[in-house]
């Protein structure tokens, strides 16, 4: 976030705690100016104007300081972070369980054969087909994706799952900024 943003964002934070902002001196709000500048460098002004806006619905009644909306946006990226877990488990659990099926065609057994003129043993044809389809992987977040890797990611990834989910998450969670900024690379590109 600039420095111009920053003021902009605190300037929406003086005006909706008005009360306790208008005592302020001009070297208490250039102090705070700063501080903010250097807490949220790295992250967007739409982020911290989101985290802002839940700081003030959630009805507390002091001015916030930049832990506060640290907080807010930690709890923004809990947030996202389980519902893309949550995207991930529950496709990982459709891969493992549907990808694979038989389908029986009805050519097999006893028919009648014109060459051998009689009734003859046809054996019965199996299809692998799958449920699971490149589509319903592509209609994943990107995030997701790009963990998996593809189909057998994800029924590998159903395994860890299974067996640790605490685990699985937290790795999946570590790992979110790495595959976030990978994929703001591509884009870029």
Do not use: C
């Amino acid at each position: 976030m600039t420095r111009e943003e920053t003021k902009t964002i605190l300037n929406r934070v003086f005006g909706l705690y008005m009360m306790q902002s208008k005592n302020l001196t001009n070297t208490e709000k250039s102090a705070m100016l700063g501080a903010w500048s250097d807490t949220f460098a790295s992250d967007t002004y739409e982020d911290v104007s989101r985290a802002v806006s839940r700081y003030a619905k959630s009805g507390r009644p002091f001015l916030p300081n930049p832990s506060d909306i640290v907080q807010e946006l930690s709890n923004m990226e809990d947030t996202d972070a389980s519902r893309l877990f949550n995207a991930l488990e529950k496709a990982a659990e459709m891969a493992a369980n549907h990808v694979e099926h038989i389908a029986i065609d009805d050519l097999g057994g006893l028919r009648w054969s014109e060459e051998y003129k009689r009734q003859v043993y046809f054996p019965v044809e199996a299809h692998y087909s799958t449920d699971y389809t490149q589509s319903d992987f592509a209609a994943l977040p990107i995030e997701v994706q790009e963990y998996a890797e593809d189909i057998e990611g994800l029924k590998h990834l159903h395994r860890e799952i299974s067996s640790n989910r605490t685990f699985a998450r937290r790795r999946f969670v570590d790992r979110l900024p790495e595959i976030r900024r990978r994929t703001e690379v591509a884009d870029a590109n």
